[in-house]
């Protein structure tokens, strides 16, 4: 079946380090969406890429979502203690209504 | 205040004792959807329904049952709960019929299963 990958699953930076995560999947996806997780919390949403080759800004934070419609990145420009939690893509299941997330990216930050 | 609710938030149990957990959202959504998130797999759904009365199994649905009566509540049903069935458990619900909007999350509902 459909598989959501991320990398890495953990990743610890100091304060001020740009942080990046990686999407990729095993079919092609009509668009991506990313949710951030913080500890003892719930996923939020944060952007939605549709188009092919897509970059979006967020602040410090930039989103990109590849030319095949397989693989997406989020990338953090110096980390802030507020950055901490875990980092989740989520695109659609093909044919089906389902939404599969990846398995995540648990950013820890040092101050 | 749009939000989605659960209940309860924590919850221990015994194998073999039925439990609900209910899910209730105030935003007139159509779609909405059970995950249950363990370490190391992300967040994988159990089930979904595009409306009221129109419910489809998600990644993992073995062991769980799910209702949708009205377009509001969404409950989860564990008929004989196990302990692999341990796990934080989330409803979601969108907007649209479909998979491709934004996803609002409950608080979530941590259940052991003893």
């Known amino acids: 079946g459909q598989q959501v990958m991320q990398i890495p699953q953990y990743q610890h930076v100091q304060e001020g380090e740009d942080f990046t995560t990686y999407c990729n999947s095993s079919?092609?996806?009509?668009?991506i969406q990313w949710y951030k997780q913080r500890p003892g919390g719930h996923p939020v949403f944060l952007i939605q890429?549709?188009?092919?080759?897509e970059v979006k800004k967020q602040k410090r934070l930039t989103f990109q979502f590849g030319e095949a419609k397989k693989n997406s990145s989020l990338h953090i420009t110096a980390t802030q203690t507020t950055d901490v939690g875990t980092y989740f893509c989520a695109g659609p299941g093909g044919a089906t209504n389902k939404l599969i997330f990846g398995t995540g990216t648990l950013l820890a930050v040092q101050p | 205040e749009a939000q989605v609710t659960q209940n309860p938030r924590y919850l221990i149990t015994v194998t073999g004792k039925k439990l609900t957990v209910t899910c209730s959202q105030n935003?007139?959504?159509?779609?909405m959807s059970w995950y249950r998130q363990d370490p190391g797999l992300g967040l994988r759904q159990i089930y979904y329904?595009?409306?009221?009365?129109?419910?489809d199994k998600g990644d993992v649905p073995e062991g769980y049952k799910v209702s949708r009566k009205e377009k509001r509540n969404f409950p989860l049903i564990l008929e004989s709960p196990s302990p692999n069935q341990t796990s934080l458990y989330f409803c979601?619900?969108?907007?649209?019929?479909?998979?491709?909007?934004?996803?609002?999350f409950g608080p979530g509902t941590r259940l052991t299963v003893l």
């Open positions: 329904s595009m409306n009221v009365e129109v419910t």
């Open positions: 935003m007139n959504h159509e779609y």
């Open positions: 079919t092609t996806l009509s668009n």
């Open positions: 890429l549709v188009k092919s080759g």
């Open positions: 979601a619900s969108s907007l649209r019929q479909g998979a491709v909007n934004t996803q609002y």
